[in-house]
């Protein structure tokens, strides 16, 4: 159910690095409240992950980058929510700090890691050199991220199949000569999204959504057409 919530100020259209301690709530799931600093910090950490600490640092944040951000924590959010309804097992502490080590070594100087820890909110004093274990801010994030990605292992990936008579028939209905290890692939990254798509409205439709003004999203992306178009 999607709600709107009432905030004092509008979100401007981008928010550089330095908005990050301004308090705003961007988006509600149930009971668990998503602010701008917890997405500006997320989007830090995405963009880290998917092009490196010298974009992430220097990075101006569009509204269209925020939005798509925000649309992944909303999505975790509801994938956490059910998690905990189903009672599963916390990811071990070991997983975080493999995570967290990752992360260091993206970073070729460690005072450049702890700029990033400090900039981004995950951690509140400057040290020295970064810590040996996660700050508490970045442990949570890590643990909330590998909780869903071990949830969606078990619910979704696990069950995916896509048998030799069903690729085989695919590949036929493209024509030509097809790469069938890239095309079964294909098939069941589609096959998987389909999958997560189905699940993620049914999650939301049993919960209470609500997005700040400048936050209202489409939660429910078009996953593109599938790889094996009927004749």
Do not use: W
Request: charged content about 25%; some cysteine; glycine content about 6%.
């Amino acid at each position: 159910m999607l709600t709107a919530l009432l905030v004092t100020q509008p979100a401007p259209p981008e928010i550089p690095q330095s908005a990050r301690l301004v308090e705003m709530v961007v988006a509600r799931v149930d009971r668990t409240v998503i602010t701008l600093s917890d997405l500006i910090a997320a989007t830090g950490l995405h963009l880290l992950r998917e092009r490196g600490p010298a974009v992430a640092a220097r990075a101006h944040y569009s509204s269209e980058l925020l939005h798509s951000v925000l649309r992944q924590l909303v999505h975790r959010e509801l994938l956490l929510l059910e998690v905990r309804r189903l009672q599963l097992r916390p990811v071990p502490d070991a997983q975080v700090s493999a995570a967290y080590r990752q992360l260091r070594k993206g970073f070729i100087h460690p005072d450049r890691f702890v700029d990033f820890l400090v900039g981004f909110g995950f951690m509140e004093e400057r040290l020295p050199a970064p810590p040996l274990s996660p700050p508490e801010n970045l442990a949570a994030v890590l643990r909330a991220d590998l909780q869903a990605q071990r949830f969606l292992e078990l619910r979704i990936e696990r069950g995916l199949k896509i048998d030799d008579k069903e690729l085989l028939g695919c590949a036929k209905n493209l024509g030509g000569a097809q790469d069938l290890v890239r095309l079964r692939q294909k098939m069941r990254n589609y096959q998987g999204l389909v999958k997560l798509l189905a699940l993620l409205k049914r999650l939301a439709d049993r919960s209470q959504l609500g997005f700040g003004p400048s936050f209202e999203i489409d939660l429910f992306e078009q996953i593109g057409p599938q790889p094996c178009p009927p004749i």
